[in-house]
């Protein structure tokens, strides 16, 4: 039963006043002098006010006590008790007073509780942010490195795209060459058409030139066998005539032995016969003479016969030469129609890699473009990974001055003792 | 001054003189004896008479060839007799201050002299050695 304080001493009031009155009602019917009532009375008045006193003042500074303890407790960072009174009757306010401090332990174990967990979990947190703001820099370092290398990368590909474009300008006027030679290759595969169409033509006529030769030949030929024949006729005339000398050189001979038997007398038939001897020598040597030259005009006739003959296997040959030539016309003209054909192709071709090294010239002056702006961006990008791991460098400071706050507040908070169970708990 | 009518067998040159020869003829067909002796080529037609072909170069023991194209027919006093030569030369008049005449011991038996004309040696026939020879091998016996 709940009775406050200022009711309790009312009642102990009521309590020592009822004593009075009760004891001089009770002491006259005590067989003791009378003077001594009053003295007894106010002895017993007194000696009930002070039990009573006692009896409330202990009560009362017990708590008191109780409540100092527990409040030393809480100042000395004891948070492991609770404020336990001891049970009376009639519970006051001391009851309300060490509930309240309970209450104010139970919030402050929590809240030390909380703090110690939360600076804990910031250490770790801080610990762990320091440790990736070191990674993070480290990797900014890297990231910067990788950077300067882009960077470097960038111009050297600027430089590259440069050259490129150079080699490709020049291959675009290459291929404008090529083109123009392809060009002037379709006219000269269009004239050495022509050409061939025009030797070809000449070969027919030399073909034709060259039956007209043989056809020639062939007749001079049957003209020269005649003409043999002929010398050989007048070889065998000049064979008889030769008989016809000598048998006359020998009827000379005869006659000029007859006339030599015949003496004196036949010594006119002696110069006759002589005269006679030296015309048929005079016509042998002349027969001989013509024999020879019929035998040089023979040997002649026969290398020109020879001649002839290898004039036409000559001819021959050549005839063969000019089909071999008209033929080889007709493949040049084949040939020279399909280099045309191929060189026409080479244009239209060498005029579309001209148009496409025209696009590849625009493509790798807008790559350079890009490249000149990437170079840009890596440069901006590199101020600002220099300045990210700037901060990175200051987070990672802060992060660990945040540790060292958290481990400072981690001891604040340690001389605050919540008892086994919660600090293992917390722990 | 004599009268010579040279005449050549292989590369020699011999003579007769000409009072000695009837009539030079050639290409006659030569008609061969049945077991004559091999100097004796055969026989001749000549103006209706049988006149015997002395093979001259086989006598002279030149070697064989195409010998005897020209016949010499001796007159009577030798005859009726043909020599067989390779060729016949026109007629010489020589004088006889330039023979050389040969014994008869000499080496070549049916010569009888040697004429040194214009640088060129002429060997005159002796033709009675060369019908003494005949006759020895037409009759190798000598008559018996």
Known sequence: MRVEISYKFVVGFIFVVASVVLLNLLVPRLAIPEWSYQWITIVGALLVGLIFGWLFSKAFTANIKILTEGTARVSDGDLSRKVRLRKGLFSDETEDLANSLNLVVDSLRNLVGQIRTSSVNVNESSLALATTTEEMTATAHEVAGSIEQISQGAETQAEMVERASKVIREMAEQIDLVAASAGNLSLSAEETTLSARQGEGMTVTALENLKQVLSQIEENGILIMSFNEQVQKIGTIIDVITSIAQKTNLLALNATIEAARAGEYGHGFAVVAEEVSKLADSTSLSAGEITRLIEGTREQSLKVQQSMAESVKAIDAGRQAVDITGSAFKTIIDKAEAAQVKSVSIRDLTEKQSLGAQAIVNAIEEIARVAEDNAAATEEVSAATEQQTASMEEMTFASQRLSRLADELLTSVSRFNLGISQDKGQA | ?144
Not at chain 2, 27 to 44: C, D, K, S, T, Y
Not at chain 2, 93 to 109: C, D, F, K, L
Not at chain 2, 122 to 139: M, N
């Open chain 2, 1 to 144: 001054m004599i009268q010579l009518l040279p005449f050549k067998i292989g590369f020699e040159t011999y003579a007769l003189e000409l009072p000695d020869i009837q009539e030079v003829v050639e290409n006659r067909p030569i008609h061969a004896f049945p077991g004559a002796p091999v100097e004796i080529l055969g026989a001749i037609g000549f103006h209706g008479r049988i006149v015997p072909v002395v093979n001259l170069p086989r006598l002279l023991d030149f070697p064989e060839g195409n010998h005897g194209q020209r016949l010499i027919v001796l007159t009577n006093g030798y005859g009726p007799m043909a020599l067989a030569t390779d060729q016949v030369r026109p007629i010489l008049n020589v004088e006889m201050t330039h023979a050389i005449r040969m014994g008869q011991a000499s080496e070549r038996p049916y010569i009888k002299d040697i004429i040194n004309w214009q640088g060129e040696t002429i060997s005159l026939f002796d033709l009675e050695q060369l019908q003494g020879a005949l006759e020895r091998v037409c009759d190798p016996q000598g008559g018996r």
